[in-house]
């Protein structure tokens, strides 16, 4: 879904921009302090797909703060007329703004640019994750991943993007009836999980989760892995005999 930052000085949405918002079924949220404080939040605005700045706010506005909303990195619209801000001073703020919605746009336009902005967006974000993952050291990943850690990575890369559910999950890893301290145990291995991919540079949003149902692996992270041979890795590890356990391993 098309997630949309409104910035405007009126928390009402204009009506037409607020019926084709509703038509192509994108979520929005209209805000007028995060074009004040964009430096602050920009984990914030990096939540959405692409921001509309709308006409409320001035061309004075824009200039002194556009370059802290683009340093997020999220693509720029902004609702008013392109030839009229050229003759102007603040002509230079063109070169700053990805897309105009201007008076005369149709709505099949406005759709048009919306979806342009979103794939672009998608794509970039798919592209930076895959260009981050291939510069980490894989090997100090994994060799550092416990028992435990490596069997969670495996078992959710089998599943190739797949939610698995946590009652799954605790079978296969402890071959065990399911308890609550059997599901404690597994968040616990994945939080380490997640601190170990964190301190090897790699993108901790490569492993998913959906609340209170189980965790998942992200097509960026899941290439990574395949990139350098963790099929092979996985067939490995699993044909090793299997120590038998003395204790409880977390």
Not at 192 to 206: N, P, S, V
């Amino acid at each position: 879904m098309t997630k949309i930052l409104l910035l405007s000085k009126n928390q009402t949405v204009e009506s037409n921009l607020q019926t084709i918002l509703e038509r192509i079924n994108a979520e929005f949220y209209c805000s007028s302090s995060l074009f004040y404080q964009a430096k602050d939040y920009p984990h914030v605005i990096q939540y959405f797909s692409l921001i509309i700045i709308c006409d409320t706010i001035s061309n004075v506005e824009l200039a002194q703060y556009i370059q802290r909303i683009k340093d997020c990195g999220v693509p720029v619209f902004r609702m008013g007329s392109k030839r009229k801000i050229a003759e102007t001073e603040f002509a230079w703020l063109d070169n700053e703004i990805d897309y105009w919605i201007e008076s005369g746009d149709s709505d099949s336009e406005i759709i048009d640019k919306i979806a342009r902005a979103s794939f672009s967006a998608i794509s970039n974000a798919q592209m930076k994750q895959e260009e981050t993952f291939s510069d980490q050291s894989y090997s100090n990943f994994i060799n550092r991943l416990s028992k435990r850690e490596l069997q969670l990575l495996m078992c959710l890369y089998e599943a190739n993007g797949k939610t698995v559910s946590r009652e799954l999950l605790c079978k296969k890893m402890w071959e065990m009836e399911v308890s609550h301290a059997r599901f404690s145990n597994l968040s616990a291995i994945a939080k380490r999980l997640k601190l170990k991919m964190l301190a090897a540079g790699i993108d901790t949003e490569g492993l998913g989760s959906s609340w209170g149902q189980g965790y998942f692996l992200q097509a960026p992270l899941i290439t990574f892995l395949r990139n350098n041979d963790f099929d092979n890795y996985c067939k490995a590890m699993s044909s090793r005999p299997v120590a038998t356990e003395v204790q409880v391993d977390n």
